[in-house]
């Protein structure tokens, strides 16, 4: 899957010092569900404000953290407001605890009927961007509703079994021993769901590579490239190395694995996923869209393009992608798709079959891509691949390829995928 962040930091970067924090659950917990429902709480929280485009935006960041534990959580509201007027101080902003006060006091009267008035909005109530909902609804239009919903639900935790090592139902009885409940999922054959989320370090044999953290649409990639002995893989676009990890766990031995990414430190996190699973590839810094800058010149029997997207698919893991995201980032990604997958498209052995996948869910990043592709590319086809029902539960068949919708009868994430082949030689 893509970075979600788009030309500055995201909650992940944020949360990234917590890492071994004891404290790591709470600050996450309060930190994505502020930015979850960001939108309906500042829409509720606006009429209180007699100038709102004057509030330094750490205090507005401070407005709406507050009102969301007075919404949502358990803490008692007085107690709240006193620590927010606290916070002030320790932002720097010891001016604003006057006002902080008058208006988070006015929020716990009054917010069932400021929450109601702002919940008039579909695109409020959902705390969404208006232009999101707009393009989901051109795209989805029966299928919106369910999907606003799902975005704003906290995602199971599903886990990969590595199956050259455990079966998944032998790991799940790994689990049991742990105190944990865990079900196998069955469509996908090395996906475990939990019941209830937990720190990866708790997990047994997390540590020795066994499982990994990995949505079950995510674990389709592997089975829909179909590598075969001999065979010499390509990962594009490589990070964070969830994708990678899985074909290498299920690749045959005599097969070949080369993962790509253009950015330094995001190859290191590819690495290191693969020293913890104990698995080995070919990593290389480079950029698709420039071959030259990595291809040795011998071409791929098959190859992943997980292009980078709007992410809008995994908005239910990364609430940040409703405030990061813009209308206008969608025209740049599917020009930034097309050119990777051209140039991927041309490292393509003759016969060799390529698998295109986005976490996204509209069509711009999705099957018109793939058909830009078809147009441009006289050599490309479109692949034989599972039909949507036999592929995932509630899966769709589209124009091109088969998407997935979060929180479906299968309950994954939004993922796209299309596969393609090469008839010739061709350029």
Not at 171 to 181: D, F, K, N, R
Not at 306 to 333: E, M, N, W, Y
Not at 396 to 404: D, E, F, M, N, S
Request: proline share 6%.
């Amino acid at each position: 899957m893509a970075s979600i962040a788009f030309g500055g930091s995201s909650s992940e970067d944020a949360l990234r010092p917590y890492e071994e924090a004891r404290e790591r659950a709470a600050v996450k917990a309060i930190t994505l569900g502020s930015i979850r429902w960001f939108l309906r709480l500042a829409s509720a929280l606006e009429p209180l404000l007699s100038r709102p485009q004057t509030l330094a935006e750490e205090v507005r960041a401070l407005l709406v953290v507050s009102a969301h534990q007075i919404e949502y959580s358990r803490n008692v509201p007085q107690a709240t407001v006193h620590a927010a007027v606290d916070a002030t101080r320790l932002l720097k902003h010891a001016r604003a605890s006057s006002l902080l006060n008058a208006v988070l006091r006015r929020f716990v009267a009054e917010r069932v009927g400021l929450l109601e008035h702002a919940d008039r909005s579909l695109e409020t109530r959902t705390a969404h961007p208006s232009w999101l909902v707009q393009s989901l609804r051109r795209s989805w239009p029966a299928e919106l509703e369910q999907i606003l919903e799902a975005n704003n639900v906290h995602p199971p935790l599903v886990l990969r079994v590595d199956l050259s090592r455990r079966s998944a139902a032998d790991y799940v009885g790994e689990l049991a021993g742990a105190g944990l409940q865990g079900h196998a999922m069955g469509w996908t054959p090395a996906a475990v769901w939990l019941e209830r989320p937990v720190s990866v370090h708790t997990l047994p044999l997390f540590r020795e590579g066994v499982v990994s953290v990995q949505d079950a649409g995510a674990q389709l990639a592997a089975g829909l490239l179909d590598v075969q002995p001999g065979m010499r893989v390509l990962d594009a676009c490589a990070a964070p190395g969830g994708k990678t990890g899985h074909l290498a766990e299920s690749a045959p031995e005599a097969s070949e694995l080369v993962a790509v990414e253009v950015d330094e430190a995001r190859l290191g996190r590819v690495r290191e996923n693969l020293e913890r699973l104990r698995r080995r590839a070919t990593l290389l810094r480079g950029d698709l869209r420039e071959p030259a800058t990595f291809w040795d010149g011998r071409p791929f029997e098959r190859i992943l393009v997980d292009a980078p997207c709007s992410s809008t698919g995994v908005i239910r893991r990364h609430p940040d992608i409703k405030l990061l995201r813009r209308s206008s980032d969608i025209p740049q990604f599917a020009a930034t798709q097309l050119e990777i997958l051209r140039g991927a498209f041309r490292l393509l052995a003759p016969g060799g079959r390529l698998v295109y996948s986005t976490c996204s869910l509209l069509p711009e990043e999705n099957e018109e891509v793939v058909s830009r592709l078809l147009i441009a590319e006289s050599s490309a086809r479109v692949a034989l691949m599972p039909a949507a029902d036999r592929l995932a539960p509630g899966a769709t068949a589209r124009p091109v390829g088969i998407q997935l919708l979060p929180g479906a009868q299968a309950a994954t994430d939004g993922f796209y995928y299309a596969c393609l082949e090469k008839t010739t030689a061709g350029t």
